[in-house]
């Protein structure tokens, strides 16, 4: 959304919020993007936060992505931790 319609963060994180809220609309882990949401505002990248929700029943996570993903989890503190490979 942000890409196409020039929507902030702050802007579509409320919207998806909401969303996940309503109990007729169907989501296959509601607690991962629930997680993913707050770690988006706390500053992740929507679309690294529902990455890194996704992986935590990991130890560790090898991303071969930009080294700000991994940057950010750390500043965060969150787990699991995000390692780029050397």
Not at 17 to 25: D, G, N, R, S, T
Not at 41 to 58: E, K, P, T
Request: a neutral charge.
């Amino acid at each position: 959304m942000r890409g196409y319609y020039g929507f902030s963060a702050a802007e579509i994180i409320p919207i998806l919020e909401h969303l996940l809220a309503l109990p007729q609309v169907m989501i296959e882990d509601r607690e991962a993007v629930r997680q993913a949401l707050a770690h988006a505002a706390a500053g992740l990248d929507l679309a690294d936060a529902l990455h890194h929700a996704s992986y935590r029943d990991c130890e560790r996570v090898a991303s071969f992505d930009d080294r700000k993903f991994a940057r950010r989890v750390r500043r965060l503190g969150l787990l699991p931790v995000v390692t780029i490979p050397t």
